[in-house]
């Protein structure tokens, strides 16, 4: 692709030229109308000749002429202007409007995320979640229903109201929600009620919920597979960022926190009888209910530890019930507990048909909820993923959305990234939100990072990010341009022309630092990148519908 810079006495001579040719052919019109009206003489019929002739005298110039020169400069000046008009609105508002049409374009690899009304992009379960309106085509760019994504956009850059929001309330079946702050729960709860039954999953109180359901975390743990994933989430969540991990204490561990997970869940005991087991190495009462589960492996690992030397075992012992610690936080306690009541019990198997909602809130800090929303997160994908399996085409009948935001302090679920991209053939459509890269390396390590942004359909980046190398990733994702620039220099010859090529990125490393708000970058599976302008939850098809629902107070004071 190549980009012409034109030398400026080129444009200005053609500019006169045009203006000159312009005001003669206004001037014959006139003297042609005048003419025809019967109140003048009737021009050359050259056009050309017409300036020859009124300095000859072989013309008499009329006011009729100059009337009707008047008319028509008029219908000139309105056409103009509204061309002007038309222009300005269409035009590229930013920078980066302006250069993302020099980005590649394939009207048949973005078919499928535009045309909703035919081909394989068609669904039953209507258009996929809306990503966002091309900049240069004006066309709405959508994920399809087999599609998972990653966002990343900085503070304060609106990605709930653009994405996280409006997908909430996209979603055709079940909606699964994560968070750390209680806007997105005030937005969608009402309308989602509408569709089915909201659950407000809220240990921490964010959003004055209460306790009226439970759900048990040993759920996840009915298999070995399940506890062991149970065990790395906890190991996960309560590992502080940054700290290094001992090279025996922490993988033993973790080993015998997943068996009594399982011995729990065999045994039909709590989360808190795990808790009590690692506070008394001595006990061996998860050695009797894995044996009578007939899982005498397992059952021989934990009669190994209690076995051990006393410092070792300790140890041992000690590292376990470090991922287990919140456990003693009785408000936690609470949601994953059955206390006899007659509260109900969650079945991530049942959400997974419904249509109903789920939110998941927590945030860091003492007494964080963290462990338990990404169990809780792990539990019920697992269990859409069952479910999925089991349907004769092996997906979910009606998708199911799950919006992660704040993933990373909210769930921080090491297996995440290699699972990725298998929720999408399941019809788990899985949506990751991030403020930065280095919050995903933070969470998952540099090359699980990698991978959860590589097994995504679309990953967007939609502005506030100072991370050079990612910038710079995108930056050579987006390709280069030919800039070929025109010149002249006058010599004793005359005037001489000359032209020089040179490459350059489509979208520099400091064009996207600098990208503006409501604007995305969106890497598409099987396209080329593209601009988007994010469409708010105020300026959607959800507005009137938000609006009628929610306190005033929370629309933005801007567009009330």
């Not at 994920?143 to 994504?149: D, L, N, R, S």
């Not at 869940?265 to 808790?275: E, F, G, L, N, T």
């Not at 061996?284 to 410092?311: C, N, T, Y």
Request: net charge neutral; proline share 5%; glycine share 10%.
């Amino acid at each position: 692709m190549r980009r012409f810079q034109v030398a400026w006495e080129t444009v200005a001579t053609a500019s006169l030229i045009g203006a000159a040719l312009l005001l003669l052919l206004v001037a014959w019109l006139g003297a042609e109308l005048a003419a025809l009206s019967g109140s003048a003489g009737r021009p050359p019929l050259n056009p050309m000749t017409l300036v020859t002739d009124l300095a000859q005298g072989k013309f008499h110039w009329a006011s009729t002429d100059t009337a009707y020169c008047a008319l028509i400069t008029a219908a000139l000046a309105v056409v103009a202007a509204g061309i002007v008009i038309r222009w300005w609105h269409g035009a590229p508002r930013h920078h980066v409007d302006r250069r993302a049409t020099l980005l590649m374009r394939d009207p048949r690899a973005m078919s499928r995320y535009v045309d909703w009304d035919k081909g394989v992009a068609a669904s039953s379960a209507g258009p996929g979640p809306e990503i966002g309106v091309d900049v240069v085509k004006r066309q709405v760019v959508r994920a399809t229903w087999e599609c998972v994504g990653v966002y990343i956009a900085g503070m304060r850059m609106r990605k709930t109201s653009n994405w996280v929001v409006p997908h909430v309330l996209g979603s055709p079946g079940p909606a699964y929600v994560t968070s750390n702050k209680r806007d997105m729960v005030d937005l969608t709860r009402p309308l989602r009620a509408r569709r089915g039954e909201t659950w407000l999953y809220d240990p921490q109180g964010i959003a004055g919920g209460e306790p009226t359901w439970w759900w048990n975390p040993l759920d996840l743990a009915d298999d070995v597979a399940g506890a062991m994933m149970l065990a790395g989430i906890f190991a996960a969540a309560t590992r502080p960022i940054g700290s290094t991990m001992d090279s025996y204490f922490d993988p033993e561990g973790e080993a015998l926190l997943a068996m009594l997970l399982l011995a729990a869940h065999r045994a039909d005991k709590s989360i808190v009888d795990v808790y009590r087991w690692l506070t008394d190495p001595r006990d061996d009462e998860p050695v009797g209910a894995l044996r009578s589960a007939s899982h005498d492996l397992a059952a021989a690992g934990v009669r190994g530890v209690i076995d051990q030397p006393d410092r070792q075992r300790a140890g041992v012992y000690g590292t376990a019930k470090k991922m287990l610690g919140w456990c003693v936080d009785e408000r936690l306690m609470r949601w994953c507990v059955d206390d006899g009541s007659a509260r109900r019990r969650f079945s991530a198997e049942a959400f997974a048909t419904s249509s109903d909602t789920v939110y998941a809130l927590s945030k860091e800090g003492p007494g964080s909820a963290g462990p338990l929303t990404a169990a809780f997160t792990a539990g019920v994908a697992r269990a859409a993923e069952r479910v999925a399996a089991a349907a004769p085409n092996g997906r979910l009948s009606v998708p199911m959305m799950a919006v992660l935001d704040e993933v990373a302090n909210v769930c921080r679920w090491r297996e995440l990234p290699d699972l990725y991209s298998h929720y999408g053939s399941r019809g788990i459509v899985m949506e990751a939100f991030l403020q930065s890269w280095a919050q995903g390396v933070e969470c998952w390590g540099p090359e699980g990072m990698k991978k959860l942004w590589s097994a995504a359909n679309i990953g967007v980046y939609a502005g506030g990010a100072k991370e050079e190398q990612f910038l710079e990733g995108l930056s050579r994702l987006c390709g280069e341009v030919d800039v070929v620039t025109q010149g002249t220099s006058d010599g004793r010859l005359g005037a001489t022309y000359s032209q020089s090529y040179r490459r350059e990125r489509v979208l520099e490393v400091g064009t996207l630092a600098a990208l503006p708000r409501g604007r995305a970058l969106v890497m598409l599976s099987g396209a080329p990148p593209v601009v988007v302008e994010a469409r708010s939850v105020w300026d959607g098809e959800y507005n009137d519908a938000v609006r009628a629902t929610v306190p005033r107070t929370l629309i933005p004071e801007a567009i009330r």
